[in-house]
């Protein structure tokens, strides 16, 4: 009896100690995602100071590590190497010296980074290059070097923090191929991320033995383009079906989300650095050994949040640290190139013909001499005043590095890709009281949609030819081609030749595939032409040869029956622009 007394007393005195020495570790892990070059609290676009950006997340990063310190692990999303003229510079420019995106990860002591599909479309040289400034890992698990099998970059990392185990497990969305030319991801495959989100959440399981496993996905929340090998936006449902993610943080998508899908927490930033997403997790850490089924390390909470930074000082140390870069970068927007006899604007794109968009398909018709253009507005709301032009306006009237393609087409495909775009674009109207725009009210706050239903850079019209739009005709049956502008007639058996920008012209949008009914694995077969330099390269010369540029509508197409379009227009474009 005495003896059992004592070994109870002993095996008590040991819990004791164990308790004693079991410990509470709170761990702050921070994200940004799709910053695209918002690294300066001057938007070098626009010429004026810019909301969010880097330089005050620069701020709260400073305040949170004062209270977390280590225990702060900062990741970054991708999608930082396009989106203003910075990221153009150090990208195509000044490209002797280390990339700025990777600076600016560098200087905020980023702990991990994902590749976004906008750092792989600035092409290998760009990348590659990037990949080795960065000072953080770099993160792909699902990018696949075709010639080793293994993936092109680290697949994950693990961070120690207080005996506590990170794993952070980092992906892009797949579509890769539907938006870019093979050339620009030579060499690289990639997988469908539920399917490699298991694959490796077994590795960090029973080999890593991780205590805390996070997703940084490059993927949206669900939707996007699917087909049979892969589908683009999946944080959704990599929460849903694989288990052991503690907090998956996503973006691509542009919209803020803070979300719960079987106790993960599920976080997205939107982009341009004006939230960061934040997922604040304690855990209960003992004194036991680390091993497959232990329970030395147990999360006691999470909770996930969505914070504006659009509030917080500019930190003045960060930029006076790239005051040389912003001021070579500023001295580069700042060059006149030409004058403006007239202000165009983008949103007239969304309401017939208008000079914004017919002055590109002007350019690419030139450029090639080809039979029709293709284009689309791929700035929501912007305009270049009239006046003094300068380098920066070519970043507003054509956002992205897209190259210029020719394609054979035949009349048929050309209509049937018009249908898909006005389709995307308009609505069948029923009375004269509808909206002639496709609007949602879910899309308001959405980045990249502002209110429309759907992407307004897929809104392709045309040049070269004339016709209408009936917005009283169902899906697949509003575009009449009349003729071709000059006169000639048009015949959808035909075959043309067609110009587009790259992206459109390797299939993103699936206006070439869905809409035209061109299969994808053909598509190559039908380009004749693939230009050297970027669209935006063209424009400019172009302006410089102009010297003054009298943009105006080419007024080839129109919205009909006019009756009921004309009202219309005035109610939508009124809700949308307030104008």
């Not at 080795?132 to 699902?142: E, R, S, T, Y």
């Not at 855990?283 to 909770?303: A, D």
Request: glycine share 8%.
């Amino acid at each position: 009896m005495k003896k059992t007394t004592i070994i109870i007393a002993l095996m008590c005195m040991s819990m004791t100690a164990m308790a004693k020495q079991a410990k509470t570790v709170t761990l702050r892990l921070i994200e940004t995602s799709d910053v695209h070059g918002a690294f300066f609290p001057y938007n070098f676009t626009e010429r004026r100071p810019m909301k969010g950006t880097m330089a005050r997340v620069s701020t709260y990063l400073k305040r949170q590590r004062k209270e977390y310190g280590n225990n702060l692990i900062l990741l970054d999303n991708g999608d930082i190497l396009q989106g203003q003229p910075t990221c153009y510079y150090t990208n195509f420019i000044k490209t002797d010296a280390p990339n700025i995106a990777a600076e600016v990860i560098n200087y905020l002591q980023y702990d991990a980074e994902t590749f976004g599909n906008h750092d792989i479309e600035p092409g290998h040289a760009v990348y590659d290059k990037w990949i080795k400034d960065v000072k953080c890992p770099m993160l792909g698990a699902n990018i696949i070097n075709t010639k080793t099998g293994k993936p092109y970059v680290e697949p994950y990392t693990i961070i120690e923090r207080e005996g506590v185990r990170v794993a952070v497990l980092g992906m892009l969305t797949p579509a890769i191929p539907n938006w870019l030319s093979e050339d620009i991801w030579t060499g690289l495959h990639f997988e469908d991320m539920t399917m490699c989100a298991r694959q490796w959440v077994k590795v960090l399981k029973e080999e890593e033995h991780a205590d805390v496993i996070v997703g940084l996905f490059h993927s949206g929340w669900e939707g996007g383009i699917v087909t049979n090998e892969y589908e683009e936006d999946v944080a959704k449902k990599v929460a849903e079906e694989v288990e052991g993610f503690d907090v998956i943080f996503f973006g691509h998508d542009h919209q803020a989300r803070n979300a719960t899908i079987n106790g993960v927490l599920c976080l997205d930033p939107a982009n341009n650095a004006v939230n960061v997403a934040q997922a604040t997790i304690q855990l209960k850490v003992g004194s036991g050994k680390k091993g497959k089924n232990s329970k030395r390390v147990e999360v006691i909470s999470k909770k996930g949040e969505i914070v504006d930074i659009t509030g917080e000082a500019i930190d003045e140390e960060y930029t006076n640290h790239f005051q040389q870069q912003i001021n070579e970068v500023r001295q580069y927007v700042e060059r006149q190139i030409g004058t403006f006899a007239t202000t165009i604007r983008s949103r007239d794109s969304f309401f017939g013909s208008a000079a914004f968009t017919d002055y590109i398909h002007a350019l690419q018709l030139e450029e090639t001499h080809a039979d029709i253009s293709i284009t689309a507005p791929l700035t929501f709301n912007t305009d270049i005043k009239a006046g003094p032009v300068y380098m920066s306006d070519m970043f507003k009237l054509y956002r992205y590095e897209n190259k210029v393609y020719t394609l054979r087409m035949t009349g048929e495909e050309v209509r049937k890709h018009l249908e898909m775009s006005y389709d995307l674009w308009v609505n069948t109207m029923k009375s004269a009281d509808d909206h002639i725009m496709q609007l949602s009210e879910s899309t308001q706050g959405d980045m990249q949609r502002m209110g429309f239903k759907n992407l307004t850079f897929n809104f392709d019209s045309a040049a070269g030819i004339d016709y209408v739009v009936d917005v009283t005709k169902p899906n697949g049956q509003k575009v009449q081609i009349l003729q071709f502008s000059d006169g000639r007639p048009f015949d959808e058996k035909a075959w043309y030749t067609v110009v587009m920008n790259s992206y459109r012209g390797n299939g993103g949008g699936e206006l070439l595939t869905h809409g035209a009914g061109i299969p994808k694995d053909s598509i190559e077969s039908r380009i004749i032409y693939k230009s050297e330099r970027d669209q935006r390269f063209y424009l400019t010369k172009k302006i410089e040869r102009e010297g003054t540029v009298n943009a105006k509508a080419l007024n080839n197409w129109r919205f009909i029956p006019e009756e009921w379009t004309r009202p219309a227009i005035e109610r939508d474009r009124k809700a949308i622009f307030g104008d």
